[in-house]
Every structure is written in structure tokens, then in C-alpha cells.
Antibody, heavy 124, light 110 residues
């Protein structure tokens, strides 16, 4: 069955960097984009960007441009999110989610599976 | 891109029907039939409930339905059950591989 399994909770100091992993199983990893979405405590969902797991191309939202890096290792079906220059307002649960890559005839525009979430706490 | 507008909370009694609105603009909800809805229980990951405005993935109860009129999409839960108490989020694809998210709606079963 399809699974996205994320790495465990992290506690970081302001200014530090964090890397969160998302290991995929049960499907062809390179057939789906991986998106990263975060949720601050008591808040709604906020998307951060995506990585095309096939070719490695990325797109980041303006808010995170310059602080975020998304990568992947196709040999182990794992995507990574790295966020630098952490601030207290980066404290959130970070989710990975997949979206199927477009074919020549079809595209899909929804997140059908999500990881379990990784809590990142930024505190001095 | 501005966020989609959802009511902060909606409530109903067991067996009743409720509707959650999700208002965007002519650049997102009004221009694309790519609105999806997600249910999120406390401490859990979101779960896909509706995609492409009105399609239900297999395994989702048929009391959940979606629709759209103009710039507003809606999620209706018919025959409300206690297990439907959760947060619900709408998401719309927009142009240039961009997405816009709603602020989430808390559904309370009275």
C-alpha cells in the first residue's frame, strides 16, 4: 500500500537549519511530485513548494524562496526538505504529500496521500 | 496569491446536513475545476475527501459531496455523524503550477 513515512520530531535553535525526510513506498516514486505543506499550531495549511522527483526540478513559494531547499534521492525513494535560518514562527508540523505527474494526456491536481507529519519546534 | 476564504466553524446535529463554503477568485476556483477537500482529525494528517470539485475517492462515504458555483466551491456533508467532527480544508490549483489553500473550517457535531 502507498505510504509516505517522515522523519521524527526536531527541536532547533533560532538561526539553525532543519532537514526533514519523506520516504515513499508502495508506488513508483518518480511518477509523482512531492509537495511540502506546513501547519503552524492552531493554523491552516500552507504550501511551501514541490519537487519533481523524476528530474529534480523544484518550485518554491515566494515566502520561502532563499530559505528552502527540496531534494530527492531516487535510489531510496526519499524526498527531503531543508529549511534554513529558522525562526520561532517556523514552529509547525511539516507534511509531505504526493501529486501525480502529468502524462501526455492527463494531469492530476490533488494530494492523494500524505505523510504523517514532522513537528519542528524552534526555540532558544 | 490570496488564500481561499472558508468559515472558521460550522456545526450541526447528527443526521443533519451542513455545507462548508470555499471562496476564491476568477483566477483560481472560478477558472479551474481543480478544487479538492481534505478532512483532518486532531493530530492527524489531512485525508483527501473530494477532488476535481465533485469527485469522491474510493473509500470515502457518499454522504460527502462537492460542488462549485462561480468563484465558490462547497463541501456538503449529509447525514452528519459524530466521526465527521474534524477540520476541513479546501485547496485549489491555479495558474503556473501554483496552489492556493483555504484557512480551514472546524466542523462540530452537536
Amino acid at each position: 500500500q502507498v505510504q509516505l513515512v517522515q522523519s521524527g520530531a526536531e527541536v532547533k535553535k533560532p538561526g539553525a537549519s532543519v532537514r526533514v525526510s519523506c520516504e515513499a513506498s508502495g508506488y513508483t516514486f518518480t511518477g509523482y511530485y512531492i509537495y511540502w505543506v506546513r501547519q503552524a499550531p492552531g493554523q491552516g495549511l500552507e504550501w511551501m513548494g514541490w519537487i519533481n522527483t523524476n528530474v529534480g526540478g523544484t518550485k518554491y513559494t515566494d515566502k520561502f524562496q532563499g530559505r528552502v531547499t527540496m531534494t530527492r534521492d531516487t535510489s531510496i525513494s526519499t524526498a527531503y526538505l531543508e529549511l534554513s535560518g529558522l525562526r520561532s514562527d517556523d514552529t509547525a508540523v511539516y507534511y509531505c504529500a504526493r501529486v501525480r505527474t502529468c502524462t501526455t494526456t492527463s494531469c492530476w491536481f490533488y494530494f492523494d496521500y500524505w505523510g504523517q507529519g514532522t513537528l519542528v519546534t524552534v526555540s532558544s | 496569491q490570496s488564500a481561499l476564504t472558508q468559515p472558521a466553524s460550522v456545526s450541526g446535529s447528527p443526521g443533519q446536513s451542513i455545507t462548508i463554503s470555499c471562496t476564491g477568485t476568477s483566477s483560481d476556483v472560478g477558472n479551474y475545476n481543480f478544487v479538492s477537500w481534505y478532512q483532518q482529525h486532531p493530530g492527524k494528517a489531512p485525508k483527501l475527501m473530494i477532488y476535481d470539485v465533485s469527485n469522491r475517492p474510493s473509500g470515502v462515504a457518499n454522504r460527502f459531496s462537492g460542488s462549485k458555483s462561480g468563484n465558490t466551491a462547497s463541501l456538503t456533508i449529509s447525514g452528519l455523524q459524530a466521526e465527521d467532527e474534524a477540520d476541513y480544508h479546501c485547496i485549489s490549483y491555479t495558474s503556473s503550477s501554483m496552489w492556493v489553500f483555504g484557512g480551514g473550517t472546524k466542523v462540530t457535531v452537536l
